[in-house]
């Protein structure tokens, strides 16, 4: 029975996460772009700029819960899929740059031109269209993802093997992309971005359209996720993750189930790399790094995997930390990162939505005992003056939210 | 010795691993309709012919033939399953975090693509198979906990339910009383019984006061290859079964 209140509010907490998230969106631009400078209430473009940033993040956090927290599938190269659809729309910034850069030719990008190339190499070609770069932040990271998923899933690597692969992936695509010879823009990566659909990317308007578009396009995966882990197929992804000979035995397809989410997955981060880049101005290998899809880990285990809210959260409250922090005591940043994770582990296994669970399922159990010993007025009154206006007001919907139909007392 | 009228048919089959013969020229033929008891001491090849006719398992030579004319060896584990053999594992597997309802919705019988299982409704006539299986299983009351909250004896249940669901036509069932009371126990042959009225049945097991409760043919392995098949009483006085039990 607690198993179906826990589900119950889960998904309560989706929809409020979901409701914020496009308040937010809405919110946010109008604070910093209607109200004036001097006002209490304005928001400064920084201050937009960074938490867009961290909202990209989070979408990158999601993306790895779907396959982590409901699969099982340990990805630590959930950077690379990121970074791909970073560049995707990185390579439509530089073409919009056009005649305005350095050298100021206007097809070739600065780089391309100090490197002597003579013309634009093949795979730049359609960049120049935001419908062509869109469909590639989409189709490189999850067709990656599908080649990727389709040998490794079927040759049936799991675990740990699998993790390792994931890493060497990325760690293989970093390499590749530091080569000047690939056509990217080598070490130092795709920067100086002027416009992005004809608007300055520089522009407070424009930052704080990117912002209301990253919070859209977080709330839209929040539904599709839930859409997909609420389905049948939903049931099957835990039931892989669970027991997945027993799935096989039972005539599914183990590997084709994997290889759905994994892809969703990639084209999701994919789609927060492509929100990422215009927000922060520049992509570089960098972003390949290992160690970038091991600190995401992080954030959807600090935050609680398997929960869809609890990786938005983690990134958001590790990245924000990661800022104060590295302007505070920036030598201790990494230590910090690293004892946060073994302590998350040790105290938390279950992230900080898995705590507020365990809480309020031990609170409601308090609260159910005192209630089946009669005593429920007294107890109601005390909770009402001792907590004011909260849980007496949030009791009744959750019951019946929980609870539709009617079920014995516990 | 004629495939056609057979639900199960193993002619010859070997197989190693690591120069260990754990299956040593096993033959054993089941006829449709058919339940068999097979018993046998701790690495006997049981379980690891379970895993041949799953398709876990691929054999080194002999041939495996299902429903009289289908090749097993040219399939993997899910057609396997699709083409109607169900498997329990010895050790109860179900789905933990999942409801018992939800735990029979998987594995009922239909389409077992990702498409229609992401836009899939549950029909009227799928929520009666799973009231009807919940019957059976005696799990009725319980149908919304989580699986992770059932007994042992319970999850053996919940499995034998899920291969049920699967529609089966040959159920291979291994240990399913391992770790049950005596009542337990004697519920667990019953539904057995009644499971063979319209399956063919394999059941694996050492309890052999399950084995006589179930009164069906028994076939007895040892080393890869059968060491005595009939009647219970048949085989228990068979000497070399004694022996092999007794590890004289």
Redesign the interface.
Known sequence: ?S??FFAAGADRRIAITIFVLLAVAVIVPLLNLAVSPTSAFYVPSYIVALTGKYLCYALLALSLDLVWGYCGILSLGHGAFFALGGYAMGMYLMRQIGSRGVYGNPILPDFMVFLNYKELPWFWTGFDHFWFAGLMVLAVPGLLAFIFGWFAFRSRVTGVYLSIITQAMTYALLLAFFRNDMGFGGNNGLTDFKDILGFNVQADATRSALFAASAIMLALAVVITWA?VG???G??L??VR??E?????????AE??KL?AFTVSAVMAGIAGALYVPQVGIINPGEFEPSNSIEVVIWAAVGGRGTIVGPIIGALLVNAGKSWFTGVLPEFWLFALGGLFVAVTLLLPKGIIGMWDSWRGNARALRAASLAEEAGTEVGIASATSKPARSPARNPGEWSWSDPEPQAAE | MSKSNTILYLDGVSVSFDGFRAINNLSLVLDKGEMRAIIGPNGAGKTTMMDIVTGKTRPDEGEVFFDGQVDLTRHDEAEIAMMGIGRKFQKPTVFESHTIEENLMLALKGPRSIFPALFHRQSAAEARQIDDILGIIRLGDKRRELAANLSHGQKQWLEIGMLLAQDPKLLLVDEPVAGMTDAETEETARLLRDIARDHSVIVVEHDMHFVRELGVKVTCLHEGSVLSEGTLDFVSADERVVEVYLGR
Not at chain 1, 245 to 253: A, E, H, K, M
């Open positions: 029975m198993g179906r997909i389905s049948k197929y049931k099957l835990m039931a669970d027991a000979s027993r799935t096989r035995f039972l005539g599914w397809r084709n189930i759905f």
